[in-house]
């Protein structure tokens, strides 16, 4: 099992930076796990933000946040990061972290486990 926390959320308003990060606890071991970030904002679906293989070596990106959006973690302190520059009106949404052995699930909006989200506004 594996428990994820989010946090950092908050109101910015366009231009702005946030930087949200997901803690990870459980009895197992977080270096094993592919992590990813979601959003959904009101009436519409949860889509895929950015994700990072358990080794950090790989990374991939939603076109709309390439180039704005940095995904990174830290294997020992169980800690995935999502750090959100030149943000957008359009970028106002939940945020949830995801964990899963396999880095295609996490991508695929399949993985294992969940956290609560954070809330993410951008006022223009």
């Not at 679906?45 to 704005?68: H, L, P």
């Amino acid at each position: 099992q594996v428990q994820l926390v989010e946090s950092g959320g908050g109101l910015v308003q366009a231009g702005g930076s946030l930087r949200l990060s997901c803690a990870a606890s459980g009895r197992t071991t977080f270096s094993t796990y592919a992590m990813g970030w979601f959003r959904q904002a009101p009436g519409k679906e949860r889509e895929f933000v950015a994700a990072i293989t358990w080794s950090g070596g790989n990374t991939y990106y939603a076109d709309s946040v390439k180039g704005r959006f940095t995904i990174s973690r830290d294997n020992a302190k169980n800690t995935v990061s999502l750090q959100m520059n030149s943000l957008k009106p359009e970028d106002t949404a939940v945020y949830y972290c995801a964990a899963d052995r396999s880095s295609l699930r996490v991508r695929e909006a399949s993985s294992d486990y969940w956290g609560q989200g954070t809330q993410v506004t951008v006022s223009s």
